[in-house]
């Protein structure tokens, strides 16, 4: 650990303590069962130490030890029209809202944020599946355009987590329109020949492969993600048998040419400043415990302060 | 003979008694039920109209689903001339949910391009009943890619359940092959038009459907979700699928609303089913219309303002 690190971690944890409960502090592997102790859970990214398994990591985690010292800024998204449909199914569209911004102290769905790894300046937009199924609405939308056009201003590759179970139907219409619109996104990264790499996490599903996920210049999973377009479910119910194991799942679709790489998320870091820099022409990134990012430099982002969202009721 | 739906049982009865009394009229030359005949009918008449004038968006999806409406291949052959399908994705296959090829639309050349259910049993199955898999949209790149390279208009017709859940379709890129399609869409620079004739069921729509100019039939539906499966996730319950209908918003009337699409296409009384041959003429019309829309727009401004039209999607909200 840098200075840096040790400057930065002790803060961000405390923006987060509100989060970190007493009951909270060991958590069960789903897959081995094995009992993790959540700090150690934590300095493993999530994954666990016992199996590999890996577990859901939240945005800001992920950003946190992505960016060099954990140093990012936060991109700011434009603000679409809230419930535009008066969608309502057993509960109002606005009241699910109130309830996952509560449950996870996001505003919406993904994080866009922009800072360096491997002193390589990047923008990243990171999507949240704990958040409504991490789905795709007006907002996703708005965060991966507000993404492409600050990498297309700042001339940064983009980098996409993405976790989706698919379009958020509270939507209707134009969640499915968020379709077109993302592929616009990625359009402008290309026509500015700006590398767009995208890592699908799981899970991956819907609309949301059907769009951003595989239109990337590289293709990234994380080990043993889901990824398609047609749930498991869904298609076992139209041909009447079972599907075989492993069906679907990262390394599958690596088998059939949908992905480059599955890389394990302890690598992630590593081999996303590795491409990264290949494909800007740039040299080799300096590995091990790189000095701060001198403050002066332009390049190097703010360090972010988090803030509730504006429309964000604490005592809701 | 018309297949009723079930919202129009009380219709099919009073049809159904005209029909009789016209058949024993027949068979005895003495009786003259005219009078009473024509009385039916007006009923009938009347009582289509107000069934059809306020639709529910389920009974829409009904409509839209319903078998006897006009499918792709009946708009082909009725409005286009010299129709030359062209075949295959030159990768796997030839999806036959898929069709597609050059036409001529009033001497004018283009690429039309469409999904088809099918209209019996045999040509349903062959068909897939419109869902395509990965070849039925790489067969549409292909297809608007060469109309971009040789400066025809493209011309798609939605009709689809959606892309098909299938094991093979997974395993050979269905995600990655709509997003192509939807991506080849905001790429060509040539007009590209779109007309949503029965179901544009999600994704497998917005392959086709990523265009400068958008029509949809009076009863047509688009969704991001099938009422069904809508109603099987929010409501836990695939029997909800009229509340779902009613929530997603999907009729061709609230999706002018929202600017989702530019042109609504009224349809003969009692549904396009009715009344197959003035369809398929409005649309016709409609076709010509946008696509003269066009005659001055250079490539670029076509690609321009498509990107711009979606990327703005979204403002507009329903009133409350
Ligand atoms: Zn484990």
Redesign the pocket.
């Known amino acids: 650990m840098n200075w840096i690190t040790n400057y930065v971690r002790p803060r961000i944890n405390s923006i987060f303590s509100r989060r970190e409960v007493p009951e909270n502090l060991w958590q069960k592997?789903?897959?081995?069962?094995?009992m993790?102790f959540h700090r150690e859970l934590k300095d493993n990214l999530n994954v666990?130490?016992?199996?590999?398994?890996h577990m859901a990591i939240s945005p800001r985690d992920r950003v946190e030890a992505l960016f060099d010292g954990g140093i990012y800024a936060e991109i700011s998204v434009p603000e679409p029209l809230a419930d535009p449909l008066h969608f309502r199914d057993q509960k109002k569209y606005p009241d699910r809202m109130k309830t996952a911004q509560k449950n996870t102290g996001e505003k919406e769905a993904m994080l866009v944020a922009t800072g360096e790894i491997g002193r390589t300046p990047i923008v990243v937009a990171c999507q949240d599946f704990s958040f409504m199924g991490g789905s795709m609405g007006m907002y996703v939308g708005n965060a991966i355009i507000a993404a492409a056009e600050e990498a297309v201003k700042l001339k940064r590759p983009m980098v996409l987590f993405s976790a989706a179970g698919g379009a958020r139907m509270q939507e209707g219409i134009l969640s499915l329109m968020q379709m077109p619109r993302t592929t616009v996104a990625v359009q402008m990264l290309k026509e500015a020949g700006l590398p767009y790499i995208v890592v699908l996490t799981h899970p991956t599903t819907g609309g949301v492969t059907a769009s951003y996920a595989m239109l990337g210049d590289v293709h990234i999973a994380e080990p043993n993600a889901l990824i398609c377009f047609a749930g498991p479910r869904v298609i076992e119910q139209t041909i009447r048998e079972k599907l075989p194991e492993g069906f679907q799942r990262a390394e599958y679709l690596l088998d059939h040419g949908m992905l480059d790489r599955v890389t394990p998320r302890g690598q992630m870091r590593e081999e996303l400043i590795t491409i990264t820099r290949m494909l800007l022409g740039l040299p080799p990134a300096i590995r091990g415990d790189l000095p701060p990012p001198d403050p002066t430099e332009e390049t190097v982002a703010e360090p972010v302060e988090k803030t509730a969202p504006a429309d964000l009721d604490p005592k809701a | 003979m018309t297949q009723y739906l079930d919202f129009e049982k009380p219709l099919a009865e009073i049809e159904g008694k005209a029909e009789e009394l016209r058949a024993m009229a027949r068979a005895n030359e003495e009786m003259d039920v005219s009078d009473e005949a024509t009385t039916l009918d007006a009923k009938a008449s009347k009582m289509l109209e107000d069934l059809y004038k306020d639709l529910t968006p389920w009974r829409k999806c009904q409509v839209a689903r319903h078998p006897e409406r006009p499918h792709c291949r009946d708009y082909i052959d009725a409005l286009f001339s010299e129709y030359t399908p062209l075949a295959g994705d030159r990768n796997f296959a030839d999806d036959h949910a898929v069709m597609g090829g050059l036409a001529r639309l009033n001497d004018t050349p283009v690429m039309v391009i469409g999904h088809e259910k099918g209209d019996d049993t045999k040509s349903r199955i062959e068909r897939n009943f419109g869902m395509a898999r990965p070849e039925g949209y790489r067969k549409a790149i292909r297809l608007m890619q060469m109309a971009d390279k040789f400066g025809l208009p493209v011309v798609t017709l939605v009709d689809t359940p959606g892309a098909y859940p299938g094991k093979g379709a997974e395993e050979r890129g269905q995600s990655e092959a709509i997003a192509r399609a939807t991506e080849t869409c905001l790429q060509i620079k040539v007009p590209l038009i779109s007309v949503i004739i029965g179901e544009g069921g999600s994704g497998g729509a917005v392959a086709f459907a990523t265009a400068n100019r958008i029509a949809m039939l009076e009863h047509s539906i688009y969704s991001v979700i099938s009422p069904e499966g809508c109603a099987s996730i929010l409501w836990k319950d695939a029997e909800k699928m009229r509340e779902a209908a009613e929530a997603l918003r999907l009729t061709a009337q609230d999706l002018k609303k929202l600017n989702v699409v530019d042109d609504v296409i009224p349809e003969p009384r009692g549904g396009a089913h009715r009344d197959r041959d003035t369809t398929i003429q409005a649309v016709g019309k409609t076709i010509e219309r946008m696509l003269k829309s066009f005659d001055n727009q250079s490539g670029e401004e076509l690609v321009h303002n498509r990107r711009r039209k979606f990327l703005d999607m979204g403002s507009r909200g329903l009133a409350a």
């Open positions: 592997c789903d897959e081995c069962g094995t993790l666990c130490t016992s199996c590999g398994h």
